[in-house]
């Protein structure tokens, strides 16, 4: 019996067409378009279905982790990954209370990329997106806004989208679902995310560059904290991109003391950037973004499997929730490449993936969580300016101790190689 799973109670369009594959992927954020290019390589057919016209949206992170960086080594394409335009981050530093603080030091970790690589996500992207491109296994359709799930006795054999001139249908042998935190087939499955609210919301916007800003020697990575504010401000080369984090719900607050107040705020953290605060006229400007983090308890389905945020929204302390979908993107290549080109997988396949990732994940959660109540929820409740304890400076003085959240902010909790990346 064959079922389409939707969201819209309205009956389903006329199909203009349906096309087989053998991994249909839906989402091209990060961890789905870093699959579809290893599952290319290995001749596999996928079709990526990504519903935007184009990768240039605001509200992403521009990391690219050492992790990544060695696994786009081990298929060369770390170089040419290198000749965009970036930044590298050694080591972020934090300004707290007129000082600063740098407790983790990249270069101490025996990799050949012993930074976090700043590239604007859209360029990351139209990267993968385009060496993916060259193998001929693989079809990016872009613009095409999947809807519905097709089911049929009990096994989810593909999607049907929307494009512009109507709705389309793709077979495939396994739906990868990269959809994000918001995943539609998450929902169409009939997963429930175990959610966990952090204790904090986001208020993200950009700051124009000036002339006399900050010479690039000086970083392009600014934070800190003050007064119950935290800040953490990306160059983007053309603008700077700003997360002004404050105690969830407080945003009413915020906006009843006036922009005056908030301008003042972003100071107080960050005094260099006042005369890019200048250009804060109108809320419009603002967007405002729910912290949250979850997890599903299982993330397959005969047919289906999902991975990235669709599996387990990140919450953005520590910024790995771009590496942990590459890693799962990674680890489903290991396990799903032999078994989609013979054209069997079977759900242990599928199961093979989570208990890979679901470790790693709940571990890199739980070190979150511990993060979030204890560091964040007293530093953004406090009224006055944080001080760092003199414990964690200790700590962060000792090499082998210092080395511990550097290594697994750089690679994870499992450090994540692609096993035939000869191939
Ligand atoms: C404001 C913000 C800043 C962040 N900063 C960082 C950071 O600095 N470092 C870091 O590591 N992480 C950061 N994160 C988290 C990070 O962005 C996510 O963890 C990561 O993008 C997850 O990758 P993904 O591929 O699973 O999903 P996503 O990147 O969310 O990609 C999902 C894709 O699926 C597409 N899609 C959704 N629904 C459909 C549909 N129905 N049909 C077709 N396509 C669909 C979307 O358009 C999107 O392109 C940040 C998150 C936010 C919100």
Known sequence: MSTVLTTDPAPAEALRDSRKTTCCIVGGGPGGMM?????????????????????????????????TLEILDQIGLAEPLHQLRHA???????RVANSSFSPIDFRRLKTRFPYILLVPQVKFLDFLAAEASKYPDFRLLMGANVEQLVEEDGQVRGVRYLANDG?????????????????????????????TSAPMDILWFRLPHVPGDLPEAEGRVLGGFARGRMLAVFDRFDYWQVG???????????????????????????????????????????SLL??????CPRWFKPGLLLIGDAAHVMSPVGGVGINYAIQDAVETANILSAPLRSG????????????ARERPTRIIQAMQSAVQSRVLAAALGSQTT??????????????????????????????????????
Not at 47 to 53: D, G, I, S
Not at 244 to 266: C, D, M, T, W
Not at 344 to 355: F, H, I, P, R
Not at 386 to 393: K, M
């Open 35 to 67: 699959l579809g290019l290893l599952l290319a390589r290995q001749r596999v057919p996928v079709t990526l279905l990504e519903q935007h016209k184009d990768f240039d949206r605001d509200f992403r992170g521009d990391t690219i982790h050492p992790s």
């Open 88 to 94: 590298k981050i050694y080591g972020p530093t934090l």
């Open 167 to 195: 709705m389309h249908e793709v077979r495939a042998e396994v739906t990868v679902a990269a959809d994000g935190r918001f995943s539609r087939l998450r929902h169409l499955a009939g997963f429930e995310a175990l959610q």
């Open 244 to 286: 002004y984090v404050f105690p969830k719900g407080h945003y009413q607050e915020l906006r009843a003391a006036g922009l005056e107040a908030l301008r003042n705020s972003i100071v107080e953290v960050e005094p260099r950037l006042a005369e890019q605060v200048k250009a804060l006229t109108d809320w419009h400007q603002f």
């Open 290 to 295: 729910s912290v949250e983090s979850s997890r």
């Open 344 to 355: 069997k997988v079977g759900v242990s396949d599928l199961a093979k993936v989570q208990a």
């Open 386 to 423: 944080p001080r760092i304890p003199w414990t964690a400076r200790a700590f962060f003085k000792i090499p082998i101790l210092r080395d511990i959240p550097a290594r697994i902010l750089a690679f994870g909790i499992t450090r994540v190689r692609l096993r035939d990346a000869a191939n």
